[in-house]
Every structure is written in structure tokens, then in C-alpha cells.
């Protein structure tokens, strides 16, 4: 089956700086992806929709000047929190839509926590 | 995308079938039923999904009324390592909003 690798697992930072985490389709090309978070004992909320080659787009009341998503290629999204602060502490999860003949799924990645200090 | 609504938790026992209904009453035509599940401090997991058919996997089947308002997931033999939230999502196939979900508590 498809699968999505999310990188690193675990981060701990201190307030003021900035924390990459890396999204990966393993075995297959991802046109579209999409990044969430989730704080304890709630559910996933959809931040962003991250398409390749192009901006991407946030839901409402997300900023995109403080969560940078880039798509550069069709296996790699990365999500970038600026100047992170401890109320961005939470757990980010990145997924991918399936490759054609599984595109209607997506499939997710193990996610990143995400402590500041 | 439509909005579902399911039982905040359930208990089962293990061994017997877990059923989780979810009810979206205000779907659309094009719009499939996808279930996922998470456990704890993990990323969520692809179960089923489904447009009007029944459908089964390895997993799960899913079971989808006619008139498509409403469904069910149905886990045949629950095991302990069944225990998660259960989400139950409407959507015309491009992002996957997720709702409170079910938590399902499979006791030996």
C-alpha cells in the first residue's frame, strides 16, 4: 500500500525558532497534500492543501506567513513553522492523495510533535 | 462537504463485531464515505470507503443505507488493538474534514 513518511517524529524547540518537518511519499507521486494539526484529546484540523508546483492554499483563519509550506516536488511537501512559539506546540500530520487508481484515498503520515519551549 | 455525526464513544466486547454508525444525512451524489481510525499519538489510518455500494476489505465492511443518509462500520471480530477513535468523513474526494469521531473501547 501506499505509504507517507513524515519526518522528525518528535521535535523540541525553543521559542523564537523555526522547525521544518518533511512529508514523503515513499511509493508514489503526490500532486496534492495536505497538512493538519491536532492538540490533545481533539481532532485533526485541516491546515493547509499544499499542491506541487504551485501555493499553497490555507484554510481560514490559518496563517500562512507562520506555517510555510512548500511543495517543490511530486514525493515532498514540507511544512515550516516561523518564529514558533510555545502555543504552536501540537501534532502536526501531513497526508498524500493516492496514486491514480487510488487517488480517492489518503493515505497519512505518523506525524510530528511538536514541543516549544 | 457533508457533515456526519457519530456516538462520541462506544464499548465492545472482544472477539464480537463492533458496529459504528455515522449518519450524514446531508450528503451529496458525489460525495464518498470514508472511514479512518487513530490511535493514540499516531497518524490516522485508512479503513474503508465507499460511494453507494457496500464495500468489505480485510478490515471492515461498510455498510451504506439506500437512500445513503447513513452508514455503518462494522469490525466482524474486535481485538484489543482495535481500540481508537473511529472517524467517519464525507467528502467529494479532495480534502478530508474530520469530525469529533467515536472512541471505541474493545474489553476483554
Known amino acids: 500500500g501506499a505509504v507517507v513518511s513524515q519526518h522528525p517524529s518528535r521535535v523540541i524547540c525553543k521559542s523564537g525558532t523555526s522547525v521544518k518537518i518533511e512529508c514523503r511519499s515513499l511509493d508514489f507521486q503526490a500532486t496534492t497534500m495536505f497538512w493538519y494539526r491536532q492538540f490533545p484529546k481533539q481532532s485533526l484540523m485541516l491546515m493547509a492543501t499544499?499542491?506541487?508546483?504551485?501555493?499553497?492554499?490555507?484554510e481560514q483563519g490559518v496563517e500562512k506567513d507562520k506555517f510555510l509550506i512548500n511543495h517543490a516536488s511530486l514525493t515532498l511537501s514540507t511544512l515550516t513553522v516561523t518564529s514558533a512559539h510555545p502555543e504552536d506546540s501540537s501534532f502536526y500530520i501531513c497526508?498524500?492523495?493516492?496514486?491514480?487508481?487510488?487517488?480517492?484515498?489518503?493515505?497519512f503520515g505518523s506525524g510530528t510533535q511538536l514541543s516549544v519551549l | 462537504d457533508a457533515k456526519t455525526t457519530q456516538p462520541p464513544s462506544m464499548d465492545c466486547a472482544e472477539g464480537r463485531a463492533a458496529n459504528l454508525p455515522c449518519n450524514h444525512s446531508t450528503i451529496s451524489g458525489n460525495e464518498y464515505v470514508y472511514w479512518y481510525r487513530q490511535i493514540h499519538s499516531q497518524g490516522p489510518q485508512y479503513i474503508i470507503h465507499?460511494?453507494?455500494n457496500n464495500e468489505t476489505n480485510e478490515m471492515a465492511s461498510l455498510i451504506i443505507t439506500e437512500d445513503r443518509k447513513s452508514s455503518t462500520l462494522i469490525l466482524p471480530h474486535a481485538t484489543l488493538r482495535d481500540t481508537a477513535v473511529y472517524y467517519c468523513?464525507?467528502?467529494?474526494?479532495?480534502?478530508?474534514?474530520f469530525g469529533a469521531g467515536t472512541i471505541l473501547r474493545v474489553k476483554s
Open positions: 499544499s499542491n506541487e508546483g504551485s501555493k499553497a492554499t490555507y
Open positions: 465507499g460511494l453507494k
Open positions: 468523513i464525507v467528502s467529494g474526494g479532495n480534502k478530508l474534514v
Open positions: 497526508s498524500a492523495r493516492g496514486a491514480p487508481g487510488n487517488e480517492e484515498k489518503l493515505f
